[in-house]
């Protein structure tokens, strides 16, 4: 069993996901974890005493195997986490993601430019393994004004879809919006313009 074979084991083995692993030139080693995603559960956040566990159960861990490093940092994936899985995408679905597509999409009649990479919107399921992300390309709303009808149907008509599939990303992020308000549910059925 390789050490990361054995990390992996140890950070399940303590209730938490390995979300990764990476390793740099200096020494750092840096372990990434996370909360088990459970449908339907309230979301759990990884703390400061969760991180605390693991980096115990790692240095114990990396003494008895020899593992070589100089610092080992534990922390959570944070607001701009990475999506790797389908599993993210369905835990993060009608959550705002940034994208990043391996080649321009290349449709010209869209309203898109052809040479467009980059887009954030809301993740929707379209199908088993097919994704997309909605957004608007009107200005947003500001809070408090009321939208009157012709801003309305201007907001509509500025809705625009994308879909996708693995093999067209290169990255997909949670967008790292904060509100210093707290954390709202999710408003399933409702697309914010942003």
């Known amino acids: 069993m390789s050490w990361q074979d054995a990390v992996k084991t140890s950070v399940t083995g303590l209730g938490y996901d390995l979300v990764e692993i990476e390793r740099s030139a200096a020494g750092l080693l840096r372990i990434t974890i996370d909360m088990p995603y459970v449908p339907g559960q309230p979301e759990q956040l990884v703390t400061v005493e969760d991180c605390e566990i693991v980096t115990?159960?790692?240095?114990?861990?990396?003494?008895?195997?020899?593992?070589?490093?100089?610092?080992?940092?534990?922390?959570?994936?944070?607001?701009?986490?990475?999506?790797?899985?389908?599993?993210?995408?369905?835990?993060?679905?009608?959550?705002?993601?940034?994208?990043?597509?391996?080649?321009?999409?290349g449709v010209t009649d869209s309203g898109i430019?052809?040479?467009?990479?980059?887009?954030?919107?809301e993740l929707e399921a379209v199908e088993p393994g097919k994704w997309q992300i909605v957004w608007s390309d009107a200005p947003p709303v500001k809070p408090g004004v009321k939208i009157g009808?012709?801003?309305?149907?201007a907001i509509a008509e500025a809705m625009r879809a994308l879909q996708f599939e693995w093999a067209d990303l290169r990255e997909a992020r949670l967008a790292p919006i904060v509100d210093f308000q707290g954390r709202?549910?999710?408003n399933k059925g409702t697309a914010e313009a942003n």
Do not use: C, M, T
């Not at 490093?69 to 701009?80: K, W």
């Not at 430019?113 to 919107?121: I, P, Q, T, Y």
């Not at 009808?149 to 149907?153: I, L, T």
């Open 56 to 105: 115990k159960q790692l240095q114990f861990l990396f003494e008895v195997e020899n593992v070589d490093y100089h610092r080992l940092e534990v922390g959570s994936p944070g607001i701009d986490r990475l999506l790797r899985h389908d599993a993210d995408f369905e835990r993060f679905a009608g959550e705002v993601i940034d994208v990043v597509l391996k080649e321009p999409i």
């Open 149 to 153: 009808k012709k801003r309305a149907a």
């Open 113 to 121: 430019s052809a040479n467009r990479k980059k887009f954030r919107g």
């Open 184 to 186: 709202k549910p999710k």
